[in-house]
Nanobody, 127 residues
Framework: QVQVVESGGGLVQAGGSLRLSCAAS????????YAWFRQAPGKEREFVAG????????GYADSVKGRFTISRDNAKNTVSLQMNSLKPEDTAVYYC????????????????????WGQGTQVTVSS
């Protein structure tokens, strides 16, 4: 069982920055891939960014590439998402998710690939 808790959401003006954090439980944290997804009102949940177990492989949605950076600290069991140059269209609930197939090199982008999810944190970007 993995517990995932997100924090760091809030209200920011367009062009601003936010940093989301994801804290996960368990001694197996370092062997799992993690990803951030988001869901805007009336839209389907979509992949934002992911990082593999070692931190050396990452993946990003085209819509956030160059603006968002995902990272992890295996010593602290945390995954972070640094979001810069935020746009109103980034407004959504952001979810952190864990894929519990261990030692996977590839960063997967499907929500079905992830087994444990946090409750989400709201990010609102005003124009």
């Amino acid at each position: 069982q993995v517990q995932v808790v997100e924090s760091g959401g809030g209200l920011v003006q367009a062009g601003g920055s936010l940093r989301l954090s994801c804290a996960a439980s368990g001694r197996t944290f370092g062997s799992y891939n993690y990803a951030w997804f988001r869901q805007a009102p009336g839209k389907e949940r979509e992949f934002v960014a992911g990082v593999n177990w070692s931190g050396y492989s990452t993946g990003y949605a085209d819509s956030v590439k160059g603006r968002f950076t995902i990272s992890r600290d295996n010593a602290k069991n945390t995954v972070s998402l640094q979001m810069n140059s935020l746009k109103p269209e980034d407004t959504a609930v952001y979810y952190c998710a864990a894929e519990t197939q261990r030692w996977t090199e590839e960063v997967r982008r499907g929500s079905d690939d992830y087994d444990y999810w946090g409750q989400g944190t709201q990010v609102t970007v005003s124009s």
